[in-house]
Nanobody, 114 residues
Framework: QVQLVESGGGLVQAGGSLRLACVAS????????MGWYRQAPGNQREMVAS???????NYADSVKGRFTISRDGFKDTAYLQMNSLKAEDTSMYYC????????WGQGTQVTVSS
């Protein structure tokens, strides 16, 4: 079955960086859309970034210029490089994969201290 395993979350000071990784298995990664959502307690889940199989990317306005999404077809892995982190980036981050249907990772916590 399809599995998405996330890693890379943690605690970082404001202005710092983190890189999230999402490893996919059980699916044709090369034809799948990948991306990240985040959800903080009491808030709705919001799209952070996405990347299509052809490499086309899309970002939430709140992270443009600070976050970069990428994918590695050899490792079946999507990455979210997060720079210049702010306290408001604190959230649970969820990786997703779209191919016929949507699959979700287990989530990884990112906490930015101000």
């Amino acid at each position: 079955q399809v599995q998405l395993v996330e890693s890379g979350g943690g605690l970082v000071q404001a202005g710092g960086s983190l890189r999230l990784a999402c490893v996919a298995s059980g699916v044709d990664f090369s034809t799948s859309d990948m991306g990240w959502y985040r959800q903080a307690p009491g808030n709705q889940r919001e799209m952070v970034a996405s990347i299509a199989p052809d490499g086309m990317t899309n970002y939430a306005d709140s992270v443009k210029g600070r976050f970069t999404i990428s994918r590695d077809g050899f490792k079946d892995t999507a990455y979210l490089q997060m720079n210049s982190l702010k306290a408001e980036d604190t959230s649970m981050y969820y990786c997703y994969l779209n191919r016929i249907r949507t699959y979700w990772g287990q989530g990884t916590q990112v906490t930015v201290s101000s």
